[in-house]
């Protein structure tokens, strides 16, 4: 069956170190790969978008890789801060429209 | 701008109950979506529009019909509400062409007794 894997633990690191969360997916070939953030009891927010003939997307402390071999994307936090403390999804798009299948999240806790 | 706002923030239904959930965006976007988030399932498309008085069905749509009569708002109806119902509705949009972000509203915790 066609699904979207990411790291099913909570990920808790310490501040200044980097944070390195894990999307992996079966049975699809996207053309496209986005990672939000979504803090508690509140809507999604886009964080950034790789494309399959991308290999690495970078904004700010974040960076994006995307391996369509290993159909596996990793989202990287440097410099970690408390502030980056919440849940992180991935999406793919499952064909050539812009309906989204979504990843369960990761939880990502940055101690001071 | 505003950007994608959906009302009410909380709502409790009883069974055989119906009900709209209204959202609305002020950023001219063709494409709006509704999603239901539930722990362990992720977040689920059940309709979604393309444009004013195109609408189509996503993964989940059995027991909510929409409408897009306008740009702007997107309302998701529940006909009938039923316990399996309950959830946080995420209302999101986003501007024409592929591939682009979507932009979500602030949800809509709904709980069917």
């Known amino acids: 069956s066609q699904k979207i894997e990411q790291n099913s633990e909570a990920l808790n690191i310490q501040e200044g170190k980097t944070a390195t969360l894990t999307c992996n997916y079966t049975?699809?070939?996207?053309?496209?790969l986005q990672w939000y953030r979504q803090d508690p009891g509140r809507g999604p927010v886009f964080l950034l978008l790789?494309?399959?003939n991308e290999k690495e997307k970078r904004k700010e402390r974040l960076k994006v890789t995307f391996d369509t071999t290993l159909k596996q994307s990793l989202f990287h936090i440097t410099a970690s801060q408390p502030a980056d403390s919440a849940t992180y999804l991935c999406?793919?798009?499952?064909?050539?429209?812009?309906?989204?299948?979504w990843g369960l999240g990761t939880s990502l806790a940055v101690n001071p | 701008n505003a950007g994608v706002t959906q009302t009410p923030k909380f709502q409790v239904l009883k069974t055989g109950q119906s009900m709209t959930l209204q959202c609305a965006q002020d950023?001219?976007?063709?494409?709006m979506s509704w999603y239901r988030q539930d722990p362990g399932m992720g977040l689920r498309l059940i309709h979604y529009?393309?444009?004013?008085?195109?609408?189509d069905q996503g993964e989940v749509p059995n027991g909510y019909n929409v409408s897009r009569s306008t740009t702007e708002d997107f309302p998701l109806r529940l006909l009938s509400a039923a316990p399996s119902q309950t959830s946080v509705y995420f209302c999101?949009?986003?501007?024409?062409?592929?591939?682009?972000?979507?932009?979500f509203g602030p949800g809509t915790r709904l709980t069917v007794l």
């Open positions: 999101a949009s986003s501007p024409p062409g592929l591939p682009d972000e979507q932009f």
């Open positions: 950023m001219n976007h063709e494409y």
């Open positions: 529009s393309v444009g004013a008085g195109i609408t």
């Open positions: 049975n699809y070939s996207p053309a496209y």
């Open positions: 790789i494309r399959e």
């Open positions: 999406a793919l798009n499952a064909g050539n429209n812009r309906k989204l299948i």
